[in-house]
């Protein structure tokens, strides 16, 4: 068994009637951008109706067509609670693929141009989810683990114990270059590190499962919150549209909601759309100020360090060191400096390639390795450049 998947998707039988009709494929009919709702019905169907261009991010738990021939048990011979639904069954290989690529096109035609995707699988399906993302154009950006803290164990002992789920990432196309990715966000909140590609988090369970009347799981495959909340803090900006063809108990709405973005569920059971519902409209938003976006490096205006230097910010002929003053350099009129050395001041540069020289390293951020002493402490030119970007900033306004 594979555990949680967040959504859920359209029966085989109605699937079957849409290829036969259309080929997979169906005439795009717009309807205004339903933000916050939840859609009922055919996923493909659905997704055909939406507005192009309209949509930030794609969160997608398709069925991964597990092929589970027979009921699952302990050695206590208790059975597991595997998934088994409709759903989640197809009669070959090729038809999961035709009903792959039909809602894959959906989804590309609704993403906007710079919006990315994430879809999750387990290895009944991912490996094949992938290669259709290739072949409709999309751009892989990242494969990301999901290790389970605490899976399921394989009660047969016949394979190894599935421990992780994969998710891609994908861009909508080669030529989508400012996509969202809040790098320095993630790498603050990692203790400074930047943010891996595996991912450590328990599956769903406690007072986060939902559970019906009779105490059983309201849906078998929901996604824990934190892994959601990973996907939409890496990959989106508040007020963005995050759209979820898979809605299943509303994983993707109720972290949406807390975070500060909009979402479009799509999902045709009943009974998972009114836990969903009931789930979300639950939910506390966080305070604007918890979930503003962090100010990226990227985003803000270039600065050279001629321009410090220009500004008297920095005088020429004034010594640059490291923060343990082990290397000395010469502050130049024209911006460049000169590190100090055998012979002294003969090695002429920038503040990234003198410091990466200074230190023997390939590489080096100039604008952190390098300080100046002021009021008898010593500050990063950074803070220098900080200055000239306000500057810009308050001219701006």
């Not at 300080?371 to 803070?383: K, S, W």
Request: hydrophobic letters at 40%; proline letters at 6%; a positive charge.
């Amino acid at each position: 068994m594979r555990s949680a998947r967040a959504g859920t998707a359209c029966p085989k039988s109605q699937l079957k009637v849409t290829r036969s009709e259309t080929g997979g494929r169906l005439p795009a009919v717009s309807e205004p951008v339903p933000l916050n709702q939840i859609l009922v019905g055919d996923c493909v169907e659905r997704l055909a109706r939406l507005p192009a261009e309209s949509v930030d991010l794609v969160f997608a738990d398709p069925p991964y067509n597990l092929q589970l021939e027979q009921s699952l048990s302990r050695p206590d011979q208790s059975l597991v609670d595997a998934v088994d639904e409709d759903w989640d069954k197809f009669s070959s290989f090729a038809d999961y693929d035709s009903f792959t690529r039909a809602w894959l096109s959906g989804a590309r035609r609704v993403m906007r141009e710079n919006a990315t995707i994430f879809v999750i699988g387990s290895y009944h399906n991912i490996f094949r989810v992938g290669a259709i993302l290739q072949d409709l154009g999309f751009w892989i950006l990242n494969d990301i683990i999901w290790r389970k803290a605490n899976p399921m164990p394989n009660f047969r002992g016949r394979r190894f114990t599935n421990a992780h789920e994969t998710l891609i990432w994908a861009a909508k196309s080669a030529a989508a270059k400012s996509y969202t990715f809040n790098y320095e966000a993630l790498k603050a909140g990692n203790e400074d590190c930047q943010m891996r590609s595996d991912w450590f988090f328990p599956i769903c369970t406690g007072a986060e499962r939902l559970k019906n009347a009779a105490g059983n799981k309201t849906h078998p495959t929901q996604k824990p919150e934190a892994l959601l909340a990973r996907i939409l803090l890496s990959a989106s900006k508040p007020g963005d549209l995050v759209l979820d063809p898979f809605f299943g108990s509303g994983t993707t709405g109720a972290v949406a909601r807390k975070l500060g973005r909009n979402f479009i569920g799509v999902e045709r059971d009943g009974s998972y759309i009114e836990a969903a519902r009931a789930r979300i409209s639950a939910v506390k938003p966080l305070p604007d100020a918890a979930v503003a976006a962090a100010p990226s490096k990227r985003s803000q205006p270039r600065v050279a360090f001629a321009s410090v230097v220009d500004a008297g910010l920095v005088q020429a002929g004034e010594i640059l060191v490291d923060e343990k003053k082990r290397h000395r350099a010469l502050v130049r009129a024209d911006g460049s400096i000169a590190l100090s050395g055998p012979s002294p001041f003969s090695i002429v540069g920038s503040i990234h390639k003198v410091g990466a020289l200074a230190q023997g390293l390939p590489a080096c951020n100039g604008w952190t390795f390098w300080h100046v002493e002021r009021g008898g402490r010593l500050a990063p030119i950074d803070a220098l450049r900080a200055t000239i970007r306000e500057s810009l900033k308050t001219a701006a306004e």
